[in-house]
């Protein structure tokens, strides 16, 4: 009974500041890859970031300038740091949790709005 809750979203102004949650449980955390994802109505989910369970990172393609990932293995959290945010940015934004290991499954959250607007 793998779970991936996530928080943090909502409405923000342009050039505002959010940071998402997302807290796993049912899992040996440290051992998934984490990552964030994007989609908007009608597009196809878009990788924002992924961090493995040591620490190495990666972007999506124009997420790294504005866009901060990491995680805290102790508490079985990963975090979407989001500066200078931007109406393009609106989008349900999805966390992911990936063993990357033949025959165990990958998890996904509910997703978390959020809406960039003045």
């Known amino acids: 009974q793998v779970q991936l809750v996530e928080s943090g979203g909502g409405l923000v102004q342009p050039g505002g500041s959010l940071r998402l949650s997302c807290t796993a449980s049912g899992m040996i955390f440290s051992l998934y890859t984490m990552g964030w994802y994007r989609q908007t109505p009608g597009k196809q989910r878009e990788l924002v970031a992924v961090i493995t369970g040591v620490g190495s990172t990666t972007y999506g393609d124009s997420m790294k300038e504005r866009f901060t990932i990491a995680r805290d293995n102790a508490k079985n959290t990963v975090y979407l740091q989001m500066n200078n945010l931007k109406s393009e940015d609106t989008a349900v934004y999805f966390c992911?949790?990936?063993?990357?290991?033949?025959?165990?499954?990958?998890?996904w959250g509910q997703g978390t709005q959020v809406t960039v607007s003045a």
């Open positions: 992911n949790a990936d063993r990357s290991v033949f025959g165990i499954a990958g998890y």
